[in-house]
Structures are given as C-alpha cells and as structure tokens.
C-alpha cells in the first residue's frame, strides 16, 4: 500500500481548519500579535504552512489572518467585533459569520 504524503498533510489540515471554523472561540482569542504566533494550534498544521496576519498591533480591535497550504486556506477576519472564518479548498467555501 502507497502512502501519499501530501494527501495526507492537505487531510491534516482540513482537519484543523474545519474544527477552527466550527469552534472559533477555542482558537480566536487573541490581544495582541504575539498571542496569534505563540497559539499553540498553529504549530499543528503540516510543515510548508505559510500564514499571514494584519492587525493585532497591541489591542488591536481589526485584524485579518491567511493560513494557507497548498491550494487550501483559511482567512479569519476580525472587526468591529464581529469575527469571519472562511476555508476554501478546490474552489469549494465553507463559511462562519459569528
């Protein structure tokens, strides 16, 4: 049996990001950038995760996070104190207004 490695890391994660959508006050809760880059989820995602963040300057209030592997990613979106979570893969969108 054949094992696809790039498979099974794009598994590891949708895995992850979908459990962010669907329990985003487990993740989400950040006051400043170092919280987001000390979270310790984000070291669960597979190696070659790349993620982006604007915002969270000391309390701030909007801020927008891109993690991305692959062709997948998932864009969390925050002001005004209301909080977006969007995961697209192949095209395909699955979405948390909160």
Not at 20 to 41: E, G, K, T, V
Not at 46 to 64: M, N, R
Request: charged residues 25%; negative net charge; aromatic residues 14%.
């Amino acid at each position: 049996m054949l094992i696809d490695f790039q498979h099974e890391q794009q598994k590891k994660f949708d895995v992850l990001a979908l459990d962010i959508l669907q329990q985003p006050d487990m993740y989400l809760n950040f006051d400043c950038i170092s919280d987001f880059y000390q979270a310790d989820w984000l070291q669960q995602f597979p190696k070659g995760t790349v993620w982006s963040v604007a915002g969270l300057d000391d309390g701030a209030e909007q801020y927008c996070i891109r993690i991305e592997y692959k062709m997948q990613f998932l864009l969390i979106d925050c002001a005004d104190n209301r909080r977006s979570v969007l995961y697209e893969k192949s095209g395909q969108q699955q979405r948390n207004n909160l």
